[in-house]
C-alpha cells in the first residue's frame, strides 16, 4: 500500500525558487533567479558572529529570542516608526521571516477562515494559507502599475475572511504602496474586524527617496497587526535566517505556541551578531541604499535595448519586466532562457491564482555582485 501525503498539502506545488536555482547550477547560468545577494553583508557583522562564537554564546538562546536583539528591535521601531513594542512580551525572535509567516499563519487561522493575498503574491504566504486549513482568496494587483483596488478588495471581504496579508514593500512588484493605499486596507480591516499580517522584510530597501511606512502605526492598527521582518534582507544574510514577528502580547502569545514546537530556539550567535547590526543601523543604511539603487539603475539601463520592457522598483531588489507577445509564456521565456541563454529568471505567473497576467512578465533579481549584473544582463539581449 502507497501511502499518502496529508490533503492539506495536494494543492501546494514545488517552490519556482528551487527549481529555478536548480536549473541555474545544472546550466551554469548566471543566477538572476532567487532573491538572494551573491555577495556577502559587513564584515564587521561577520565579525560580530564569530566574537559570539569566542564568547560561548553558543546554547540554545531563550525561545522568544535572545534579549539583547529583541531590544535593538524595540529600539528601531521606535525610532524609525514610532511604535513602541515591548521587548518581552511582543517580539518573537524566528528562523527568518519565513518562519514567522508560518507561525503566525497556524496560530491564528481556522480551518473555513478566509485569507486575502494581493497577487502577485509571495509563495509562502499561499502555502501557510493551505496548511492552517484556510482558504486563500485573491485581489489583483494589475500592470503596470500594481495599485491597490479599493473596489475589487471590498468585493473580496465575504462573513468567513479573518486576515490580510499585506507585503510592503512588495516582492515581485517592487511597489512601495502610497498611504492612500495602505490607508484602504487598514479601513478595510477595521470596518471588518480583521488581522492584518504585516510583512515588511524589504522595509529599509526603498529608492528614489521613498520611505517606509509601518502599517501597524496606522490609527488603530497596531492591535489587529502582525509585522514581520528580518536582518536578513537589511543585512544581506540570508542564510542566517534571522527574523522576528511583533504583535500585541494575546496575539504574540498564539505565535509564541506554534514557533516553540516548529523551531523553538533560533541560531545563538547570529541573534547577537545581528542585533550589533541593528544597532549601528542608523549609519550602515545610507550605504546601503545607495548601493542598491545603483544596483537597480545599472539593470534598468541595461535592457533599455531589450525586447524586455521593466517596470521600474520603487523597493526591494526585484524587478518585473514586461514580455512581448511574440516569446511564448513567461515559463517557456524563463525555460529558454536559463536553458538557452544560460541566465535564469523567475516566471511569476506561479504569484497569481485569479489573473493571467503573470504569464506575460518575468521577475528578474538585482541583488548581485556589478560581474553578475553585467553577464545577466548581456544574455538577456536578444531580439
Known amino acids: 500500500m502507497i501511502h499518502k501525503p496529508a490533503r492539506r498539502i495536494e494543492a501546494i506545488e ?34 560580530a558572529f564569530a566574537g559570539a562564537l569566542r564568547s560561548e554564546k553558543n ?21 524609525f516608526y514610532g511604535l513602541e513594542w515591548n521587548a518581552e512580551t511582543e517580539i518573537t525572535v524566528t528562523a527568518g521571516a519565513t518562519e514567522a509567516l508560518f507561525s503566525s499563519m497556524l496560530a491564528l487561522l481556522d480551518e473555513g477562515d478566509e485569507v486575502i493575498l494581493f497577487e502577485p503574491f509571495y509563495d509562502s504566504y499561499y502555502a501557510n494559507a493551505l496548511i492552517a486549513g484556510a482558504t486563500p482568496v ?29 507585503n510592503n514593500p512588495h516582492n515581485p512588484t517592487g511597489r512601495v504602496f502610497s498611504q492612500d493605499e495602505m490607508n484602504v486596507v487598514a479601513a478595510c480591516a477595521r470596518r471588518h474586524n480583521l488581522l492584518v499580517l504585516s510583512d515588511e522584510v524589504y522595509e529599509f530597501l526603498t529608492f528614489d527617496g521613498k520611505h517606509h511606512t509601518s502599517f501597524a502605526s496606522l490609527p488603530g492598527m497596531r492591535t489587529r497587526t502582525v509585522s514581520i521582518s528580518s536582518t536578513g534582507k537589511t543585512f544581506g544574510m540570508t542564510g542566517w535566517k534571522i527574523g522576528f514577528a511583533m504583535a500585541t502580547g494575546n496575539l504574540t502569545n498564539a505565535i509564541r505556541t506554534v514557533h516553540q514546537f516548529a523551531t523553538f530556539a533560533v541560531n545563538t550567535p547570529a541573534q547577537h ?4 547590526g541593528l544597532e549601528k543601523l542608523h549609519d550602515y543604511l545610507p550605504d546601503f541604499r545607495i548601493l542598491y539603487q545603483q544596483k537597480r539603475d545599472m539593470l534598468l539601463r541595461g535592457l533599455e535595448d531589450s525586447i524586455l520592457k521593466p517596470i521600474t522598483p520603487e523597493g526591494t ?26 541566465v535564469a529568471v523567475i516566471p511569476p505567473s506561479v504569484f497569481y491564482r485569479r489573473s493571467t497576467e503573470g504569464q506575460r512578465m518575468l521577475r528578474l533579481c538585482f541583488a548581485k555582485k556589478e560581474e553578475t549584473l553585467l553577464a545577466g544582463i548581456a544574455r538577456l539581449q536578444f531580439h
Not at 527549481?19 to 538572494?36: P, Y
Not at 538562546?61 to 528601531?76: C, E
Not at 531588489?317 to 544560460?342: H, I, K, N, W
Request: proline share 5%.
Open 14 to 47: 514545488p517552490s519556482i525558487f528551487a527549481t529555478m536555482s536548480r536549473l541555474a547550477i545544472e546550466h551554469a547560468a548566471v543566477n538572476l533567479g532567487q532573491g538572494f545577494p551573491d555577495f556577502d553583508g559587513p564584515s564587521w557583522i561577520v565579525e
Open 59 to 79: 546554547q540554545y538562546a531563550p525561545m522568544h529570542g535572545t534579549a539583547r536583539l529583541r531590544k535593538a528591535v524595540a529600539a528601531y521601531q521606535q525610532k
Open 138 to 166: 485573491c485581489v489583483t494587483l494589475h500592470a503596470p502599475s500594481f495599485r491597490i483596488d479599493e473596489a475589487a478588495l471590498n468585493a473580496a471581504i465575504t462573513g468567513r475572511t479573518r486576515m490580510i496579508v499585506f
Open 273 to 276: 551578531a545581528m542585533a550589533h
Open 317 to 342: 531588489y526585484f524587478m518585473m519586466v514586461q514580455l512581448p507577445s511574440d516569446v511564448g509564456d513567461d515559463v517557456q521565456c524563463a525555460t529558454r532562457l536559463v536553458t538557452e541563454r544560460q
